[in-house]
Every structure is written in C-alpha cells, then in structure tokens.
C-alpha cells in the first residue's frame, strides 16, 4: 500500500525556518517528479514546488522563490522542502504528491499524505 507521510511542520515566527520532509513507502517514486502544494484555510490547493526526476532541476511558485529549496533522496524515497524567511502568509497545510501522470496539476495527483501544518505568525 502506498503511503506518503509529510512531516515538520509547526508554529514559527516571520522570519523563522522549518524544514518539511515527505516520505513514501510502498513504491518508490524516483522515477517521477515530486510536487509540494499548499492549501491554506478557505483557499484552493496551490503549488509551491516541483523537483525533476534525478533532482537537477526544480521550480517554485514566485511567492517562494529565493526563500523555499527543494531536494530528494532517492535512496530514501523523500523529499525536502527547506523552507526560509517564513512569512505569515505561508500559513497553511503542506502536501506533497509524485505526479505519475506527468500532468503538473494537482486534480490529475494519484497518492496525497495527509499534509503537515505551516503556522507563521507575525
């Protein structure tokens, strides 16, 4: 059965740092790129960061860039997501997702975890 568990999350200070982590078990996933979205209260599910297969190349939502680092080990089935300079409006539940169907869209994401909770307050 595949799992996939997100980890790290918490309250934080502006300014502050946390570093996500997702793990999966089951299968492995490092044949496919990794996304991390985000979805805060009363808002969509949103993207925040994709890692390529092999984890040479990653992209970030402009709202995070230069601030959140993405990397895998594949050995371990797990990606990061190192994240810097939290601000009050990353506040929201973080998940993380292989995109088996290499579509990029969240609705298309087979296995979801059950997310880790980002807290910064001002």
């Known amino acids: 059965q595949v799992q996939l568990v997100e980890s790290g999350g918490g309250l934080v200070q502006a300014g502050g740092s946390l570093r996500l982590s997702c793990s999966a078990s089951?299968?492995?996933?490092?044949?496919?790129?990794m996304y991390w979205f985000r979805q805060a209260p009363g808002k969509e599910r949103e993207f925040v960061a994709r890692?390529?297969?092999?984890?040479?190349?990653?992209v970030y939502a402009d709202s995070v860039k230069g601030r959140f680092t993405l990397s895998r080990d594949s050995a371990k089935n797990t990606v990061y997501l190192q994240m810097n300079d939290l601000k009050p409006e990353d506040t929201a539940v973080y998940y993380c997702?292989?995109?088996?169907?290499?579509?990029?869209?969240?609705?298309?994401?087979?296995?979801w975890g059950k997310g880790t909770l980002v807290t910064v307050s001002s």
């Open positions: 890692i390529v297969v092999g984890g040479r190349t990653t």
């Open positions: 089951g299968r492995s996933f490092s044949g496919y790129h």
């Open positions: 997702a292989p995109d088996l169907s290499w579509s990029g869209s969240a609705a298309a994401m087979d296995y």
